[in-house]
Each structure stands twice: as C-alpha cells, then as structure tokens.
C-alpha cells in the first residue's frame, strides 16, 4: 500500500479540501473507508477462494457481461492510469533537484516518467530477480525516508512550532465535488488494500489471515500516513505545502537544509518501486480473464525460458504511454478513482445479494451486513460526488468508456466473431515475442 502517495497526495488533499483540520479528517475517513473495504473483500475471498479479486467477484455475482466490462476497463485504463500516475511522481521528484525554487517544465516531467516506464518494463520483461531487488532496496529507502520524516516532525513540534494548527478548519470547502475529490486524492495512496484477493488460492488459511493482514497493515499504515501529514504541516505552512511540486523535497529543504536533496532522491526511489510493483504484480487479471475467455489467450502467456508475462507487460506498457501524454498527475488520479470506485460499488452489491439472497454459503469469516452497506454508500458517493455541483465532460467520457466494454463483449466475446484473425495473431505474437501459455503457479 505505501508507495508514492504519500509524496505527492498530502498536497493535493490540502488545496482541494482547503484547511489542515480537514484534511487529517480525509486522511482518517480514507484509511477507515480502505479497512471497512478491506474486510468486506476478506469475506467475499473465504466464500468464492479464487484469486483475480474484484474480476471474479463480478463474474460470479453479477455475470459475465459485467465482469468483462471491468477486465475491460482494469486493462485499458485503471492498470495503465495507475503505472502512469505513479511514474509523474517519480518524475517529479527525479527532476526537482534541477529546478530548485521553481516548478519543473511539464516535458521535462512527462520524458523522464517515459523513461522510468520503458526502463522498468524492460527489466521485468527480461530478469524477474533483478525486479525483486529493485523492490526490496527501494521498500528499504522508503521506510527511511518515511522514519526520517516522521522523526524530524516530532522534533520540530516539541520545539514549540505548532502555529500552522491554530484555527486549523479556517478556509474548509466543503461543497461536495471538493470533499469527493479530496477522496480521491487520498484514497489513491491507500490503493492496495485490495490487493491480497488478487492471490487468494494461494494464500493459507485467508479465513483468518485476509481478516488479519488488513486490520493489522491499514491500522498501520493510517497512523504513519497521519504521522507524516503532521510533519509536513508542523515544517511548512498549508499555503507552502499547497504550492509545492514536490513536498518531501520543500520539506528536505527546510529541515536538513543543503542535505535536502536526499529527500528527493528517496522519495523518487520509492515512487520508482512502486512503479516496479505496478509491473511486478503482473499479469494474474489478464490470467484469470483469459482463463474465462475474457481476454487474448495471449495477454496469459509467459516466455519460455524467462517466464515472466511479457506480452501483458509490453501492452500496458504501450497504453501506460498513450495515457501519459494527455495527462496530469491529478486528473490521471481523479479517472482512476472514479472507475474503481464504480468497480468496488459493483462488488460491495455482490456481497449484500450473498448475504441476503445466500446466507447458507459457507463463510469461515463474516462480516456484520451493516459494513458493506457503508462502504457501498461511501462508494456511491465517490463516484457521484466530483459530477454533482461541478460536472466535467470528462467524466462522462470515462463512464462511456466502461460501458463501451458492452459493446465489444456482444460480438467478439458472446459471438465470437473473427475467431480465426485472432488465433493467427496469437500464433504470430507467440512465435515472435517467444512465449507459452503459463501454468496457473507461474
């Protein structure tokens, strides 16, 4: 769950809520939303124990249509968005050291997150330990960095700067496009609380681990990310914190002084790892919906002698950089979220029909029904919220797409028109791109 969020979020949530007293309040209310959610997965993961998570959950509750309208949408969009959100921040924070005191040209941002795409597509194309150990050094600067910020607060704050939490609620927005939006902005750095369900076959005893793991690492995780808010405002002021393009590199800058530096070269590390695990995760969706018959047989393959899924890796690589090109760091933010909470709405009602419709399925962990009655309400909201009182054309762009998924499934999927084209296709990218279709523990 901890990624580049935490270096790039905290500002956003502040300018679009308006005040710091709000913004903890977000920040609370994101890990709440993440934990109440993460333990409605838990228990839809010991009735249907199938890993692909949010995919397999629609297919068995609301059926195949809707399913492939999500494996649609999570290919296209939501796993491309979410690697290119990721590598802006890398970005910016790779670039900041070079513009000191001023915010960094938009091209410069945009090649250098080209760049960390390509690079980091490659090696996990090419060498599966090589990408471990990108992951396991970074994971180790990014807890660092975090200690070293959170450190440095303390400090500062028992040195007596507490002015910048005096009349701390001054300025609130509280029109509902801003409180939805400043959801978002949150919420992204809590994206992974769902994750877990991804590989629920392989996980032993989930009846008490998936309940587990998400009450023990989203406890952990709200706290730190709190702790880290209160040392970014106990340094800076809300307007610093606002106008910053990269807030551990202002935050470096002030508390270490000509040491600042290393604040942006940790915060771009972790930015770097959490791009790397966008890739790393591979392709278990692409897997399962292939498996279904939702997808390319080739988008499951692996190659022969490497085994990693490098034709799933190569085509969200090609659509991470078509992503890129239009888009901002907050707006890629703002479309992710607003598709995967329309998902997570879908897969909440999933569980509320078992629950009530099913209640003699065998269920090793349950949760009261009230649980995902909120989540789903919270969801609604987040989906409704940015479009209520300052609706934006690009919204229904983004929901036009995900109902397109409809269009393509009737003939190519239901149909299962063109068959031959694309069995020559498989064959020819196969042969080409060296690969197999990969056994289930791959």
Aim: hydrophobic share 50%; with cysteine; aromatic share 12%.
């Amino acid at each position: 769950m901890i990624g580049s969020g935490i270096f790039i979020s905290p500002q956003y949530v502040l300018s679009t809520i308006g005040s710091p007293g709000a913004s903890f309040i977000i920040w609370s209310c994101c890990g709440l939303i993440a934990m109440l959610g993460g333990l409605c997965y838990a228990e839809l993961g010991t009735i249907i124990p199938e890993s692909g998570a949010e995919y397999i959950y629609i297919l068995r509750t609301a059926g195949k249509v809707v399913a492939f309208m999500f494996v649609f949408s999570f290919i296209m969009v939501m796993r491309p968005a979410s690697g290119t959100g990721i590598a802006l921040s890398f970005a910016e924070y790779a670039v900041a050291p070079f513009y000191s005191g001023c915010t960094p040209p938009q091209l410069a941002v945009k090649f250098v997150a080209a760049g960390s795409i390509l690079v980091l597509a490659i090696i996990n194309c090419l060498n599966v330990r090589l990408a471990t150990g990108i992951q396991v050094v970074t994971m180790a600067v990014k807890v660092v960095a975090l200690v070293v910020i959170i450190l440095g607060g303390i400090v500062m704050l028992f040195q007596g700067h507490t002015e910048n939490f005096e009349d701390s609620f001054e300025g609130t927005n509280v029109g509902v496009s801003s409180i939805g939006i400043a959801f978002y902005q949150g919420l992204w750095s809590y994206d992974g609380w769902n994750t877990l369900n991804y590989l629920t076959e392989e996980v032993k005893h989930p009846e008490v681990n998936l309940p587990r793991a998400v009450l023990i690492a989203i406890s952990l995780v709200t706290t730190l990310y709190l702790l880290v808010n209160v040392s970014y405002l106990t340094v800076m002021t809300p307007k610093e914190l606002m106008s910053s393009s990269a807030v551990a590199v202002t935050w470096g800058n002030k508390v270490l002084g000509s040491w600042g530096w290393v604040m942006s070269v940790a915060a771009a590390l972790s930015a770097f790892g959490s791009l790397n695990g966008t890739f790393f995760s591979g392709g278990r969706v692409c897997f399962v919906a292939a498996r279904e018959g939702h997808m390319p047989d080739i988008l499951s393959m692996a190659h022969v002698h490497r085994l990693t899924p490098s034709p799933a890796l190569i085509f969200t690589t090609i659509i991470s950089l078509v992503v890129l090109i239009p888009g901002d760091f907050q707006s890629i933010v703002n479309y992710f979220s607003f598709t995967a909470w329309f998902f997570y709405a879908i897969v909440l009602s999933g569980l509320i029909y078992l629950k009530i419709k099913k209640p003699d399925l065998p269920r090793p962990y349950k949760v009261p029904i009230v649980i995902p009655i909120l989540v789903l309400a919270a969801a609604i909201f987040l989906v409704l919220a940015p479009i209520i009182d300052n609706p934006q054309i690009e919204y229904l762009y983004v929901a036009l797409f995900i109902l397109s998924g409809v269009i393509v499934y009737i003939p190519f999927i239901h149909y299962k028109l063109c068959p031959g084209v694309l069995d020559k296709l498989t064959v020819f990218l196969q042969l080409f791109l060296e690969v197999a279709p990969a056994d289930k523990n791959l």
